[in-house]
């Protein structure tokens, strides 16, 4: 499974998605809410993805469509266009 990311707006930690907080959802049963594993942020706005070009971990700026891949999130260094499409 692909790796992704994330760092948290509170705290500043770097973590995957998998290991995000997960919580039924109150409003709604098919929903989840998500929430930082280090100081229990829920998940929002602060939140950053992180970018997914090798061990960079710039904050992404953009999410591209990606030629292997689905879509990737890349730092403004790493845009596909300038990786030559990796
Ligand atoms: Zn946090
Ligand atoms: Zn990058």
Redesign the pocket.
């Known amino acids: 499974m692909l790796t992704e990311w994330l760092e948290c707006g509170e705290c500043g930690d770097l973590f995957q998605s998998a290991d995000l907080l997960k919580a039924p959802s109150p409003w709604r049963k098919d929903e989840e809410i998500l929430g930082c594993p280090c100081c229990g942020n829920p998940w929002g706005e602060p939140m950053h993805q992180?970018?997914?070009?090798?061990d960079?971990?710039?904050r992404?700026t953009c999410g591209s469509p990606h030629e292997t891949k689905r879509y990737v999130w890349?730092?403004?260094?790493?845009q596909p266009e300038k990786t030559g499409g990796k």
Do not use: D, G
Not at 50 to 54: A, D, F, G, L, N
Not at 74 to 78: K, L, T, Y
């Open positions: 992180i970018c997914e070009y090798e960079c971990e710039n992404a890349r730092c403004f260094q790493h």
